[in-house]
């Protein structure tokens, strides 16, 4: 099994920033593509970036130029840099991979619990 434990939500300002991070553990074999979705209140849960294991990432359009996806593929660790924070990023953001188990098996997808990003003043 892998475990996603994501951090670094919290309140914030408008234009403020914060740095989330999602460390994976278990039994890990390898850790394919990384993806931080959001879920706000009353809203389906939508992509915010994705990066693949050799760092080629995209973005929703909401957040380009502003938030920066990154890996440390040594740390099995994923970050996203929040910049610019507006109140419509507001959310709880999930961490989720594409990961293959000790013995080597097919890849499933993970999810972590999710942490809570507040933007207001």
């Known amino acids: 099994q892998v475990q996603l434990v994501e951090s670094g939500g919290g309140l914030v300002q408008p234009g403020g920033s914060l740095r989330l991070s999602c460390a994976a553990s278990?039994?890990?074999?390898?850790?394919?593509?990384m993806r931080w979705y959001r879920q706000a209140p009353g809203k389906q849960r939508e992509l915010v970036a994705a990066?693949?294991?050799?760092?080629?990432?995209n973005y929703a359009n909401s957040v380009k130029g502003r938030f920066t996806i990154s890996r440390d593929n040594a740390k099995n660790t994923l970050y996203l840099q929040m910049n610019s924070l507006k109140p419509e990023d507001t959310a709880v953001y999930y961490c989720?991979?594409?990961?293959?188990?000790?013995?080597?098996?097919?890849?499933?997808?993970?999810w972590g619990q999710g942490t809570q990003v507040t933007v207001s003043s």
């Open positions: 989720n991979a594409d990961a293959s188990t000790i013995p080597p098996m097919s890849s499933n997808p993970y």
């Open positions: 278990g039994s890990i074999f390898a850790i394919d593509a």
């Open positions: 990066i693949t294991r050799g760092g080629s990432t």
